[in-house]
Each structure stands twice: as structure tokens, then as C-alpha cells.
């Protein structure tokens, strides 16, 4: 048996990157009452990321440049009230970011082992912006032990998503959408059983929605 192996090239299939992220951050925790707390922070995230695709040979074509560059603030508040000595309620407020991933903003087309599809990237991606919003009611029954049942709802704007343009040989690629959410509920149910058994189960139901941009619906 003869095997023989050939490498095939594309005028781009090649690409280096490089990311940094500088960040500082600060927090205070306060007691507001006996029963109330406050914890609150902020962080400033100076974050940029450059990703250069390429010919490999240098024969083809030119370098094509992504680069994203940002600075942020994203604060956090987390509210606890201790209902009882064995109750509290948690609320909390927080904003968070995320970005592509390489190979998403390299112009960069690689065959998808999943699929058979080739797969592309977009290097117009903006990085993506997070609100989140939380609440939780917790009872503490024993030691180890907690029964609770909370409620979340993040909110997207800019959302990276895959999407497939159509054609006699589709292609996937990566939009940005125009925003999204997520709804949810949790249940959390911890429980000490004997001296040496801890059960413990959760249930999180989660309603999700995307609103994709003109370029995405294409």
C-alpha cells in the first residue's frame, strides 16, 4: 500500500495574533444594617487584539489586518438581606464583555470537521457587551444544606454569532447580531444525608432570543 500526501495551499490560510489585556479593578464590601450588605467594585479593562491573515509562501496576496481596541468600565453591585438567620435574598447587577476568538476574525477559511462545511472568518467582529442581572432566595435548613431558587436575565448587545451564507457550497461565517437575551430560573436543592453522603440536584430552565442585523439575515 502506497500512500502520498499533498499540501494544498490558498492564497490566505495562514494568520498570527496576539492579545493583551490590562486591567485594575477595585471593591468595597459595607454593612448597611444588621441585616443588609452591599458589596460593590468596578474594574477599567484596556483590552486590543490583532490578528494578521496571510499568505504563508508570501506569493499571493497581501496581509489582511483585524484589530480591535477598547476600554472599558464594568461595575458589579451584589445586595444581600438576611431575612432570617437561615434566609437571605442576593441581588446583583454586573456588566462583562466578550470577544471573538482568532480564527472568528481571521479571513481564514478551514474545512469544519462537524459538517463538512468550510467556515470562515469576519474581521469587521466588534466585541460584545454583557449586562447581567440576578436574584436569588436562599434557606439554609442544617449546615451543609440549602434549598433555593433564583432568577437571571442577561442582556447581549452586539452578540457574536455563526450564521451560513448560502450558496451551492454554503459557507459559514461569523456576524455580530444586533442584540440578545437570556431568561432563566434555577432551582438548587443541597442535602446532608448521613454523616458521609451529601445529595445535592439543580434545574435551570432557560428562554433565549436573538435579534440578528441586516447583514446577518442575508
Do not use: C
Request: without cysteine; aromatic residues 14%; glycine residues 6%.
Amino acid at each position: 500500500t502506497v500512500f502520498r500526501f499533498n499540501e494544498e495551499t490558498r492564497p490566505v490560510d495562514a494568520y498570527d495574533a496576539d492579545q493583551e489585556t490590562l486591567g485594575a479593578y477595585g471593591m468595597a464590601d459595607a454593612a448597611l444594617s444588621d441585616r443588609a450588605r452591599l458589596v460593590a467594585g468596578v474594574r477599567v479593562e484596556s483590552f486590543r487584539q490583532r490578528v494578521n491573515t496571510k499568505d504563508p509562501f508570501g506569493l499571493f496576496a497581501e496581509v489582511v489586518t483585524a484589530e480591535l481596541e477598547a476600554t472599558d468600565i464594568f461595575p458589579g453591585v451584589n445586595f444581600v438581606y438576611t431575612v432570617r438567620p437561615d434566609q437571605n435574598f442576593r441581588a446583583s447587577y454586573s456588566q462583562t464583555t466578550n470577544g471573538p476568538e482568532f480564527r472568528e476574525l481571521a479571513l481564514f477559511e478551514f474545512t469544519d470537521v462537524v459538517g463538512n462545511r468550510a467556515v470562515r472568518g469576519n474581521p469587521n467582529l466588534q466585541r460584545a457587551l454583557i449586562q447581567n442581572f440576578d436574584a436569588r432566595y436562599e434557606v439554609f435548613p442544617r449546615a451543609r444544606s440549602v434549598f433555593a431558587v433564583s432568577s437571571f436575565y442577561k442582556h447581549f448587545q452586539d452578540p457574536i454569532e455563526r450564521v451560513i451564507n448560502a450558496g451551492a457550497q454554503p459557507l459559514v461565517t461569523f456576524e455580530n447580531a444586533e442584540s440578545a437575551r437570556n431568561f432563566g430560573l434555577e432551582f438548587e436543592a443541597s442535602q446532608e444525608v448521613g454523616e458521609n453522603f451529601y445529595f445535592s440536584a439543580n434545574y435551570t430552565w432557560v428562554d433565549s432570543q436573538i435579534t440578528l442585523s441586516e447583514a446577518a439575515r442575508r
